[in-house]
């Protein structure tokens, strides 16, 4: 009796989640030919969807159509400009590059003639040391590996001081006959400077998240909020202390119970140095609940009320053509596999595109929405198993009163 019970119930359970449960409309500008739009997802289609999107289908009279998710990337455009020293000190160790007009700089690339070394810089823009103790080295002959580029925050620049550190600067080709340390001049013929502009600044949909709960024991506090699904580039933290440096580690999941770590971070400001800056937390992740767990040690626990969401925008991408109505059908509970559409390997940053725009969230009667086919046709194989064991049951039970009564 206790497998009959379970059947109907699994019959219940499937025709209760084979079918999505909302749907959007999308609206489209007047097209007179096959044309790529782009829609926008918003917060309603990431409260409903699966992590991968994978529930998402979109639909037009004429059935299923192919569509492709992507996120929106920033563009960069790369300016370098080659230079030659204008002076050099050799006992300073020290080489200076001056430019005719000032130079926004991210990035310098070390032209070294040397190979097997290691040492350390520092960099000076407009007399303001920039970079110190930046490690550059050669490892050819022990492993291969090769770095002779320093890496910055974007800095307008007109005059550029390099030095190194005579001290500080190993010749693995001396190491290896036997000398364990030794200082070297190095040879730098010339230096690459280089920018990666914005061509088009992408600017994050942001904002404030307010505090879900929050619980501190054993010298830890751990801080959860509810993102509601959405995808996140990064996480603004700032506590109302004023002094503070703390190690944390950053944790998500879906249903505030079960915790996977993303990675770690670190917050810290200081009044006394003027250090105020707002505390970032960059990883790219997605789901309904994120966590910080603090390390206090002895202090007393941060106050943290709220964060500042920064969210990663998603586009979908679909052909679209005249006189057609496209829908976004959702929210399906069972797991589905990602489909995979031509489109994938024909759209690239080049593809001109018109811009769509989707409707508010509709809830589906899912007996609307269900393909005109009987129940009983539907489920035919798995009726026939229910009604054949209870045949076999109503038979076996006269033929337990017939024995009965013979007894």
Do not use: C
């Not at 709960?213 to 506590?239: A, R």
């Not at 920064?310 to 679209?320: G, K, N």
Request: proline share 4%; net charge neutral; hydrophobic share 35%.
């Amino acid at each position: 009796m206790k497998i009959l019970v379970f059947l109907f119930l699994l019959l219940g359970y499937l025709g209760a989640t084979e079918y999505p449960l909302y749907k959007k409309e999308i609206t489209l500008p007047p097209i007179t030919q096959p044309t790529l739009v782009k829609v926008a997802l918003d917060a309603e289609l990431y409260a409903h969807t699966q992590v991968n999107y994978a529930d998402i289908r979109l639909r037009s009279g004429q059935g299923e159509e192919g569509y492709l998710i992507k996120k929106i990337e920033q563009k960069y455009h790369i300016h370098h400009k080659r230079l030659s020293a204008s002076s050099y000190l050799r006992r300073d160790s020290t080489f200076t590059y001056e430019l005719k007009e000032p130079f926004e700089i991210d990035k310098i690339e070390l032209h070294i003639e040397d190979r097997n070394f290691e040492s350390y810089f520092d960099v000076t823009i407009d007399d303001r040391l920039v970079v110190k103790n930046y490690k550059i080295y050669d490892y050819s002959r022990e492993t291969g590996n090769v770095d002779f580029s320093i890496e910055l925050k974007p800095t307008i620049a007109k005059k550029i001081q390099i030095h190194y550190h005579l001290d500080k600067t190993s010749s693995f080709y001396k190491k290896y006959k036997d000398i364990q340390k030794a200082t070297q001049y190095l040879t730098m013929k010339s230096i690459t400077i280089s920018n990666h502009s914005r061509e088009e600044a992408l600017r994050y949909p942001h904002y404030k998240v307010a505090l879900e709960s929050m619980e501190s024991k054993d010298k830890k506090s751990s801080y959860v909020f509810n993102i509601k699904n959405s995808p996140f580039v990064k996480l603004g933290v700032q506590p109302l202390e004023k002094n503070f440096n703390r190690q944390g580690r950053l944790f998500y999941s879906s249903d505030a119970s079960t915790w996977y770590r993303l990675g770690s971070f670190t917050l810290s400001s200081s009044s006394i140095n003027n250090d105020k800056h707002q505390n970032m937390i960059t990883f790219q992740h997605r789901s309904n609940f994120i966590k910080l767990e603090i390390d206090n040690l002895d202090n007393r626990p941060l106050t943290i009320n709220e964060i500042e969401f920064f969210e990663m925008p998603y586009s979908l991408y679909f052909i679209a053509n005249p006189d057609e109505k496209y829908s976004l059908y959702f929210g399906q509970e069972q797991q589905m596999r990602m489909p995979n559409y031509d489109l994938r390997s024909l759209i690239t940053d080049k593809t001109p595109f018109v811009e769509g725009k989707i409707g508010v969230i509709e809830p589906l009667d899912i007996t609307i929405e269900k393909p005109k086919i009987s129940f009983f046709e539907a489920y035919r194989e798995l009726i026939f198993i229910v009604v054949l064991l209870l045949a076999l049951g109503v038979m076996g039970y006269i033929a337990f009163g017939l024995l009965k009564e013979k007894s």
